[in-house]
């Protein structure tokens, strides 16, 4: 299994009152790791929509254990967990470096679609996106 690792900083825009990271920022750091895991596959999201190929999020989860705060280093570590034609599921990790505690684990899971919005079979439609993707597992 390929894991992707993304290094960031907590911004302070990305804290609330108590010091906290806001939960809805670890789904903003979910996508720089999938952004970045996709990208190590040697294509980039852009490439998948002008080849016609969007993936939409049809669902996502995460479960927080230990706040992240301002100025905190963490490794958001990207893997895929299930891929079919027709999906991919992303599973995450969030890591703080200076302790290795684990912050946040999530999934999302997006569907293959073309312009319409149809679903389609990636594997059947694009052999070389599969193959790229297939082959980060």
């Not at 927080?64 to 490794?75: H, L, P, R, S």
């Not at 027709?86 to 703080?96: L, N, W």
């Not at 684990?102 to 990636?122: E, M, P, S, Y």
Request: glycine share 6%.
């Amino acid at each position: 299994m390929n894991i992707s690792e993304t290094k960031i900083k907590v911004r302070y825009v990305e804290t609330d009152q108590m010091g906290i990271v806001h939960h809805s920022n670890y789904y903003a750091w979910f996508e720089v790791g999938r952004t970045e895991f996709i990208k190590e596959s040697g294509i980039s999201y852009s490439d998948m929509e002008n080849n016609g190929i969007m993936m939409p999020l049809v669902e996502s989860s995460c479960r927080y254990m230990v706040g992240a705060k301002y100025e905190d280093e963490v490794t958001i570590k990207t893997w895929v967990e299930e891929l079919n034609g027709a999906k991919v599921v992303f599973s995450y990790e969030v890591i703080r470096d200076d302790d290795n505690i684990t912050l946040a684990r999530g999934k999302t899971i997006h569907a293959f679609v073309n312009k319409d919005f149809k679903i389609i079979n990636l594997k059947k439609n694009n052999l070389d996106i599969w193959d790229r993707i297939h082959g980060l597992l």
